[in-house]
């Protein structure tokens, strides 16, 4: 309690993180109940690999999903693409509620809970107010296009908190470093000074933690740091007065990457696996599922300029979309760039803004490809109480500008009518949303629904077999024995991936890679590949079981 207590607390102000962080759980708990199983591959990887941890077999996965970094054959050490937190986490509900998806829900259910009480506290901080700090607080349950996701197997709500406390934590460790910050007027709102030390461990550790989550991660330390500097510089205030406390930010970052680094070394021969930092030289999004292919600075120069660029401006035009659409929910975005402005002498606003700018740079010029496909949406989630509680300050500055302006206005009505629209317009959205992605022909329980049945069959037909497919962690999921992905190349190389894999079958169904579209349509045929067994899917789409004949 001693930030509550630092906050000047008094005993409603507890009750009302309570009773919001009740309502939360309450929510999420609601969202979580009808979905029954992993809707993707992300969610459906850390699942399985969880599994894998609650069965004593350490970080090891039994498929290839991609062919970067040229993996071996299943099984083959885990987590080298995506960060392992998140299956840690589901690992450790199901300690506790044994091996189901259910349980590896609890704590993703408390903790995208607990982004509502520190919405709450963040905006009161910053604007004073305990109706804003609700209002906040209620936007950061009904968060629009993320309200799905905090209760899936997945990175988002690691991530949201993890990131978010990071940044609360640097700015408690930067205070007294440059100018006064902005305050809102009444010290009863303020913070006491306190040892910066401890505050920038803890920020360390949490941006170990983010990292732990997202192999972006270190973009949240590197944003620390980077305000940190920028800072001092400015104010011209001695170097090794002030640089020294980053000691214990780097010494907290340390505590919870260096195992794992360690872990990579061991497995890898590298601290940093290079699967990930191969996707910076993707010419288009499927050349992330290649196989045998070189990706590198040489491969991508040799595109030419023009596509270069055409590549950076699609992935540019998308994630502007993302921002104001998905981060801002589109109503808020405007008011969040007021509402930041008007904050903008105050670092935790600094601090945010700063993250978010080198995210958006990071994954529209550096990682186009992914961080249009998803990289943004995701790291984005840790920037939802910053942008909650612009906002809401954003709004009371508008309002303010037009009663100003028109006499008849009553601004105090204003605010309370607007703030509650506001609320009631992010309720309705995410429900919109929640519906169509989850409840709607039941979406999201529905996703890879032939999967049982094609592990039943060919389990039946070779125990053994190893399959290609398209989605290899929801088969392991569904029961499927070692599988390898359909690669994004033609039928001879597809080829030359089953033997080196030891693949048995190739499994297509309609959302096969474009260069097996006429193996997949049957214009053409191989003799290396046998048709043994069709299933047809929901929507009447063949999913054709070939046979490989190995020479």
Not at 35 to 41: F, K, R, T
Not at 397 to 419: L, N, S
Request: with cysteine.
């Amino acid at each position: 309690m001693t930030s509550l207590q630092s906050l000047h607390a008094s005993k409603v102000r507890r009750q009302d993180l309570l009773i919001l962080f009740g309502l939360a759980c309450l929510v999420r708990l609601l969202v979580a109940w009808p979905q029954q199983q992993p809707n993707y591959m992300d969610a459906a990887y850390s699942y399985v690999n969880a599994l894998n941890l609650l069965a004593g077999r350490g970080f090891v996965e039994d498929f290839v999903w991609n062919y970067l970094g040229q993996p071996g054959p299943p099984p083959q050490p885990s987590h080298l693409y995506w960060m392992p937190l998140t299956s840690i986490l589901a690992w450790m509900g199901m300690v506790v509620g044994g091996a189901s998806y259910r349980a590896a829900q609890i704590p993703f259910v408390l903790l995208s809970a607990l982004l509502a009480p520190l919405t709450y506290l963040l905006t009161y901080h910053l604007s004073g107010q305990r109706r804003l700090s609700w209002l906040a607080g209620l936007l950061a349950i009904f968060s629009g296009f993320y309200f799905p996701y905090w209760t899936a197997i997945d990175n988002f709500t690691p991530f949201a908190i993890t990131g978010s406390l990071a940044l609360l934590a640097a700015w408690r460790g930067m205070e007294g470093v440059g100018s006064r910050e902005y305050e809102v007027g009444s010290k009863e709102y303020q913070l006491e000074q306190s040892n910066p030390q401890p505050w920038l461990f803890a920020a360390g550790i949490f941006a170990g933690l983010a990292h732990l989550a997202r192999a972006d991660g270190p973009l949240v330390l590197i944003s620390i740091l980077l305000l940190y500097l920028l800072r001092f510089t400015i104010y011209d205030l001695r170097f090794t007065i002030y640089a020294s406390r980053l000691t214990f930010l780097l010494l907290g970052y340390l505590l919870i990457m260096a195992p794992w680094f360690v872990r990579n070394w061991q497995v890898t021969g590298t601290f940093f696996p290079t699967a990930g930092s191969q996707t910076i030289w993707l010419t288009n999004y499927d050349a992330l599922f290649s196989y045998g292919r070189e990706l590198s600075a040489r491969t991508f120069l040799a595109q030419g300029l023009g596509p270069a660029l055409q590549g950076r401006w699609w992935a540019l035009t998308i994630n502007l979309q993302t921002v104001l659409a998905v981060w801002g929910m589109i109503f808020l975005s405007p008011l969040a760039l007021l509402g930041g402005w008007s904050l903008r002498r105050h670092v935790l606003i600094q601090l945010a803004g700063l993250y978010a700018a080198l995210l958006f740079a990071v994954m529209t010029l550096v990682f186009a490809f992914p961080g249009a496909r998803g990289g943004l949406f995701h790291s984005g989630a840790a920037l939802l109480p910053f942008i909650d509680t612009a906002a809401l300050v954003g709004l009371e500055q508008a309002i303010e500008w037009i009663a100003a302006r028109r006499r008849r206005w009553d601004a105090t009505v204003a605010k309370q009518f607007f703030g509650v629209g506001l609320v009631l317009i992010a309720i309705g959205l995410s429900c919109f949303i929640y519906y169509g992605r989850v409840l709607k022909n039941n979406g999201w329980n529905s996703a890879d629904a032939l999967y049982p049945a094609i592990a039943a069959w060919v389990a039946q037909a070779d125990p053994t077999a190893t399959v290609m497919i398209g989605n290899p962690p929801a088969y392991r999921y569904h029961g499927g024995g070692p599988s390898v992905i359909v690669p994004n190349e033609n039928i001879e190389t597809t080829l030359q991936a089953a033997r080196r894999y030891g693949a048995d079958y190739l499994i297509l169904d309609h959302n096969h890679p474009a260069p097996l579209t006429e193996i997949y349509t049957q214009t053409v045929t191989h003799p290396s590949l046998s048709l043994v067994h069709t299933f047809t899917d929901a929507s009447g789409q063949p999913i054709y079981v070939f046979k490989i004949n190995h020479p």
